[in-house]
């Protein structure tokens, strides 16, 4: 262990730290490799905010870790906003310690003067950012790890408007964080600072769900008609999704109940993230049993969303981020057009890692596509920097989807609401959510993606994702499953390499440590490492034209089969 890590430790043996952190710090001297781990490198911001393993250290989620965060993030609050009297907003999950954190992050706030808005009790984090417009707050914060293991717990900072920090705060903060120690954490709460709210803003954020979520053209009869299987997955979901669906009008719910009760240990899936086949088996069973039409399931903090429909056999079949995106996308643009509110000054919003499907669709109304960086704060960037425009929606790959402006994140609320809605209409016209996305393949092309994930935990995993990446950007891949790569998209060097003409440009977009390739046939294969859990991400897409529905089964299969040529040529497995 190097010095600097014993230095480390030492501090937290201080008095500095309570006697439990001391105790666990001593526990772990029999275990020199955890212990190393708690303390080789500090908690960073990433693509959902903080997140980690919970314990002792600095590599940990504690009181002191998210202590120094939040006098960092009250002292920047203040310089930006002098003389102003400050006020933020707080929620949490499910997750163990969540409502302790949130407590403590209260505290601070308090203790430096200003004002908090606490939630009673756990709430969606897409209410987090609804209640922080909503109650005029500077800034708000979500206690949540999103889908991530039940060990893990974070931090999520939300800004005025509503999103995710992004630059120029998201830096200026973290050096402001950096640059007070420990000791500087004022944990001295001002109770009457501190106020609680719940119900009357759970009231305000449904009613708005539903006003955004509705599809004009669907009727009460159509909404009866629908059988809807839901499940929390343990999560925050069920405070606000069977509210929202009964005030839309969806009387036929079937809640899977062994997941409806709130538990940090997701004690019926092995993960509790919708991306995972596994995580919608019971809720799979049980539309089985009720002949439902339509599966939905949502993570921890509600802001992602797994949907099953019924596919051309009637068997339930899930679909994944990108299929869910484009189709909710479709029937948002049929319903401005329909209302008579396109005129080429709208646009949706996406993805670099997002499915190429989406600009051609969009542009297929004359609506424009804009694409950022990974995560839903940068769609929340787009809508401020371009206030002249209107934004319809948005989504990412990770199975994430906002509809409208008034919440400004990933939003599993107002989400699930509109993939009832379009299944219910579907329904009602003799087709089917499953139909509907063929048809978009068959005027489009079929894109088809596959997300390949590689776990690589702790010091030494970190230490090999880095070298995955830097391999891949000094000895990159002149071709991949046989087709010549033509282009190299660097986000971290802000260059696009044109290898057919030995020509480089510049991308206009923040700088990531993204690499995509894009290949003869039209492939695109992006590799990153997530900003939230220890894993380096392979996004896989392919594409074919499908001239007709009858061939879907065909082209769906020869797609399979090409990217399963792509992972085993990049030795993906």
Same mark, same amino acid.
């Given at each position: 262990?190097n010095t600097?890590?014993?230095?480390?430790?030492s501090?937290?043996l201080?008095?500095?730290?309570?006697?439990?952190?001391? &105790?666990e710090i001593?526990?772990?001297?029999? *275990?020199?490799?955890?212990?190393? %781990?708690c303390?080789?490198?500090?908690?960073e911001f990433g693509?959902?905010?903080?997140?980690?393993?919970?314990? =002792?250290?600095t590599?940990?989620i504690?009181k002191?870790t998210l202590?120094?965060?939040t006098q960092?993030?009250?002292?920047y609050?203040k310089? &930006?906003?002098?003389?102003q009297?400050?006020?933020?907003?707080?929620?949490?999950d499910?997750?163990?310690? /969540?409502?302790t954190?949130a407590?403590?992050?209260? %505290? =601070?706030?308090?203790a430096n003067g200003?004002e908090?808005?606490?939630?009673e009790?756990?709430?969606? #984090?897409?209410?987090?950012?609804?209640?922080?417009?909503?109650? $005029?707050?500077h800034?708000?914060?979500?206690?949540?790890?999103?889908? *991530?293991?039940?060990?893990?717990?974070?931090?999520?900072?939300?800004?005025?408007?509503?999103?995710q920090? !992004?630059?120029p705060?998201?830096?200026?903060?973290?050096d402001?964080?950096?640059?007070?120690?420990?000791?500087?954490?004022?944990?001295?709460k $001002?109770?009457?600072?501190i106020?609680?709210i719940?119900?009357?803003i %759970?009231d305000?954020?449904?009613?708005?769900?539903?006003?955004?979520?509705?599809? *004009?053209s669907?009727?009460n009869?159509?909404?009866?008609?629908l059988?809807?299987?839901?499940?929390?997955?343990h999560g925050?979901?069920?405070t606000a999704?069977?509210e929202?669906?009964?005030?839309?009008?969806?009387? *036929?719910?079937h809640?899977v109940a062994e +997941?409806?009760?709130?538990?940090?240990?997701?004690?019926?899936?092995?993960?509790?993230?919708?991306?995972?086949?596994?995580?919608?088996?019971?809720?799979l069973?049980?539309?089985e049993?009720?002949?439902a039409d339509?599966?939905?399931g949502?993570?921890?903090d509600?802001?992602?969303?797994?949907?099953?429909v019924?596919?051309?056999?009637?068997?339930?079949?899930?679909?994944?981020?990108?299929?869910?995106m484009v189709?909710m996308?479709k029937f948002?643009?049929d $319903?401005w057009?329909h209302?008579?509110k396109?005129?080429?000054? +709208?646009?949706?919003g996406?993805?670099?890692?997002?499915?190429?499907?989406?600009?051609?669709?969009?542009?297929?109304?004359?609506v424009?596509?804009?694409?950022?960086?990974?995560?839903?704060k940068?769609?929340?960037?787009?809508?401020e920097e371009f206030?002249?425009?209107?934004?319809?929606g948005?989504?990412?790959?990770?199975?994430?989807?906002?509809?409208g402006?008034?919440?400004?994140?990933k939003?599993? !609320?107002? &989400?699930?609401?509109?993939?009832c809605?379009?299944a219910?209409?579907?329904?009602?016209n003799?087709s /089917?959510?499953f139909?509907e996305l063929?048809?978009?393949?068959?005027t489009?092309?079929?894109y088809k993606?596959?997300?390949i994930s590689?776990?690589?935990k702790?010091?030494?995993g970190?230490?090999?994702?880095q070298?995955l990446?830097?391999?891949?950007r000094?000895?990159?891949? =002149?071709?991949?499953?046989h087709?010549?790569v033509?282009?190299? %998209?660097?986000y971290?060097? &802000? #260059?696009s390499?044109?290898?057919?003409?030995?020509?480089?440009?510049?991308i206009?977009i923040?700088k990531s440590n =993204?690499?995509i390739?894009?290949?003869e046939?039209?492939?695109k294969?992006?590799l990153?490492p997530s900003?939230t859990?220890p894993?380096?991400?392979y996004?896989?897409?392919v594409?074919?034209?499908l001239?007709?529905r009858?061939?879907f089964? +065909?082209i $769906?299969?020869?797609?399979?089969?090409?990217?399963? /040529?792509?992972?085993d040529?990049?030795?993906?497995?």
């Amino acid at each position: 262990m190097n010095t600097e890590i014993q230095d480390k430790i030492s501090i937290w043996l201080s008095d500095v730290f309570d006697q439990n952190t001391s &105790s666990e710090i001593l526990k772990l001297q029999n *275990n020199p490799e955890e212990l190393e %781990d708690c303390f080789y490198k500090d908690l960073e911001f990433g693509t959902g905010g903080m997140r980690g393993i919970m314990g =002792v250290g600095t590599n940990r989620i504690n009181k002191y870790t998210l202590g120094k965060n939040t006098q960092g993030l009250a002292n920047y609050l203040k310089l &930006s906003y002098p003389n102003q009297a400050l006020k933020v907003v707080i929620a949490y999950d499910c997750r163990h310690n /969540s409502k302790t954190f949130a407590q403590v992050v209260a %505290d =601070v706030f308090s203790a430096n003067g200003i004002e908090v808005f606490l939630f009673e009790d756990l709430r969606p #984090t897409p209410e987090l950012s609804f209640a922080l417009k909503h109650l $005029q707050c500077h800034c708000g914060i979500v206690l949540t790890a999103s889908h *991530n293991p039940p060990e893990y717990n974070g931090y999520k900072v939300y800004w005025t408007d509503g999103g995710q920090l !992004v630059p120029p705060h998201d830096k200026a903060i973290i050096d402001l964080i950096n640059s007070i120690d420990f000791s500087d954490i004022n944990f001295k709460k $001002q109770d009457h600072l501190i106020h609680s709210i719940g119900k009357p803003i %759970d009231d305000i954020f449904t009613d708005s769900s539903v006003k955004n979520g509705i599809l *004009n053209s669907n009727t009460n009869s159509n909404r009866e008609a629908l059988t809807v299987v839901f499940t929390s997955l343990h999560g925050t979901a069920i405070t606000a999704i069977p509210e929202t669906l009964k005030r839309a009008g969806y009387n *036929n719910l079937h809640i899977v109940a062994e +997941q409806a009760e709130p538990n940090g240990d997701f004690p019926t899936v092995k993960s509790p993230n919708p991306e995972e086949p596994e995580a919608l088996e019971m809720a799979l069973k049980l539309a089985e049993k009720v002949g439902a039409d339509i599966v939905i399931g949502t993570d921890p903090d509600c802001d992602r969303l797994g949907i099953a429909v019924r596919n051309l056999d009637h068997k339930l079949t899930l679909l994944n981020g990108n299929q869910t995106m484009v189709i909710m996308t479709k029937f948002l643009l049929d $319903q401005w057009k329909h209302r008579g509110k396109l005129n080429g000054n +709208q646009f949706v919003g996406s993805t670099i890692v997002s499915t190429p499907m989406l600009p051609k669709l969009t542009s297929h109304y004359g609506v424009e596509c804009k694409i950022g960086l990974t995560g839903f704060k940068w769609i929340a960037k787009m809508i401020e920097e371009f206030p002249e425009m209107e934004f319809i929606g948005g989504g990412e790959e990770s199975f994430g989807f906002m509809v409208g402006d008034f919440v400004r994140d990933k939003d599993a !609320v107002t &989400s699930t609401l509109l993939a009832c809605e379009i299944a219910a209409l579907t329904k009602a016209n003799g087709s /089917s959510f499953f139909q509907e996305l063929i048809e978009l393949y068959c005027t489009h092309g079929f894109y088809k993606e596959r997300l390949i994930s590689i776990t690589k935990k702790g010091k030494k995993g970190a230490e090999e994702i880095q070298a995955l990446m830097r391999n891949a950007r000094q000895n990159p891949p =002149v071709e991949i499953n046989h087709s010549k790569v033509t282009t190299i %998209d660097d986000y971290l060097n &802000s #260059t696009s390499y044109n290898l057919k003409n030995n020509t480089t440009t510049h991308i206009e977009i923040p700088k990531s440590n =993204v690499l995509i390739f894009s290949t003869e046939d039209g492939s695109k294969i992006a590799l990153r490492p997530s900003g939230t859990e220890p894993k380096i991400k392979y996004y896989i897409s392919v594409n074919e034209p499908l001239k007709l529905r009858s061939n879907f089964e +065909q082209i $769906q299969q020869k797609l399979d089969t090409k990217i399963d /040529s792509i992972v085993d040529s990049m030795h993906l497995k």
